[in-house]
């Protein structure tokens, strides 16, 4: 019998893992593939976090000053996580996939796992803790559907590599959430002809006043705002704001700015028929929502800078051409359509987002979009708790930097049970 079985080998699970370990509780993490499976099979090859090293520590991590500012990239983050877990002497099994969860009559849990193509194992645990992610299955709209009938190459963002990769023509780039607008920035800057579909997303300047944003943010409450203190609960759901961890600081991304490289912009895509493609006309809303948002998050800098008194030690804002706001942005109008085989589209690349799966949990613990049932890091069942998730106790909670406060609820509660 384990105290704890944790799922996922992520950053989330190992988090945990660490601080179970440090308490001398006895369990086991079981990962369907390699540590940060995630990161190595659904990310392309450029991709680099958009925090900067100071907010990507883990639980026991010391602080690494030469590494600070620095955006790590893929290779480098994964390394990352194989140090930390093998440095921790964390108990993980690799290449199990978790299948089933069950509650037994005496509160404790049968937690069944695929290892490999035959073989199976079984294992009874006081508690479990859900780590793994919500970032593990790709979303594809419906509206994807209907691209095979064609000739361009269809795929998702978690089978995008890199440029080479594509066959020779132009690009649809569907969705301008991070991924959509790295992606494209990339393709255009790589020569291939970008059509880049929009919707509405925030975004915030790299850099302001000679800090990284979120130094600032970090100095308000910004990060530890709870969901139901937002004006509207919806803006939880949102996706992050865009912004890039590429460069020596990173940059500033705009939709303005990517048509200067020369991407095509569209609003959002809303119907396919054959090989011609339909948007609503709806690309200055999104322009405007992301400049207005991006002067929203430098005015609240500037009220903190105001407040503390920093002026006279904080530069002036520096030029940032990714930032300066469209001048008219309701006059600005998408296409109405694109003729894929007109316009030598050879790929068409779904910026849609993932999700998580949860199917291996009893249905009674989901809601109806299949998410488990939770309030804070707890759930219905006793003894089963979550990580991992955005909002799970504040806006950190769905990034790196807030996986130390988090796993150290789980893990406070995990003591609790047991002790009970």
């Known amino acids: 019998m384990e105290d704890a079985v944790v799922i996922g080998a992520g950053q989330a699970g190992l988090g945990v893992s660490r601080l179970l370990a440090q308490r001398g509780v006895q369990h086991v993490v079981l990962e369907r593939g390699r540590v940060g499976e995630t990161w190595r099979t659904q990310r392309w090859d450029s991709f680099t976090l958009n925090t900067p090293g100071w907010l990507d520590r883990l639980p026991g991590d010391d602080p690494d000053p030469d590494h600070a500012d620095a955006f ?35 509160g404790t849990f049968l937690v069944r796992a695929r290892i490999g193509h035959a073989a ?10 859900v780590a793994s992610g919500i970032q593990r299955v790709s979303r594809m709209p419906r509206i994807a559907r209907s691209l095979p009938l064609v000739g361009a190459l269809s795929i998702h963002t978690a089978h995008y590599v890199n440029p080479a990769q594509l066959p020779p023509g132009g690009v649809l780039v569907v969705g301008s959430a991070q991924s959509g607008v790295q992606i494209a920035e990339e393709l255009v800057r790589a020569g291939r002809t970008v059509h880049l579909s929009a919707s509405r997303v925030s975004r915030v300047r790299r850099r302001y006043r000679g800090r990284d944003i979120l130094e600032w943010l970090a100095m308000t409450d910004f990060f530890h705002q709870r969901a139901h203190d937002l004006p509207d609960p919806a803006m939880a759901r949102a996706a992050q ?15 303005q700015w990517l048509e200067g490289l020369g991407v095509r912009l569209y ?6 028929t054959g090989a011609r493609l339909s948007f609503d006309d709806d690309l200055g809303a ?50 109405p359509s694109l003729d894929l085989d007109a316009e030598a589209v050879g790929a068409v690349i779904w910026c849609t987002g993932f999700g998580g799966r949860f199917d291996y949990l009893q249905p009674d613990l989901l809601d109806e979009r299949g ?26 909670s769905g990034l790196i930097c807030g996986i ?7 893990v406070d509660a995990i003591a609790r049970h047991l002790a009970a």
């Open 72 to 106: 790590p990239g893929l290779r480098a983050w994964i390394a990352r996580l194989d140090a930390y877990a093998a440095d921790g002497g964390l108990p993980i099994r690799t290449g199990h996939d978790v299948t089933r969860v069950e509650r037994a009559s005496d």
């Open 241 to 255: 704001p865009i912004t890039s961890g590429l460069g020596r600081h990173g940059h500033t991304v705009s939709l």
């Open 371 to 396: 998410i488990p049932r939770y309030d804070g890091i707890a759930t219905a069942a006793p003894g089963l708790y979550v990580i991992g998730f955005p909002w799970l106790t504040s806006r950190k």
């Open 286 to 335: 999104s322009i405007r929502y992301g400049d207005e948002s991006s002067a929203a998050v430098s005015a609240q800098v500037e009220s903190l800078i105001a407040t503390r008194g920093l002026g006279s030690s904080a530069p002036p804002p520096e030029p940032d051409a990714a930032d300066e706001p469209h001048p008219d942005p309701a006059s600005v109008h998408s296409p």
């Open 404 to 410: 130390e406060d988090d796993a150290r609820l789980v």
């Open 120 to 129: 199976n194992e079984a294992l009874n645990a006081r508690t479990v803790v």
């Open 267 to 272: 609003g959002r895509l809303s119907a396919v």
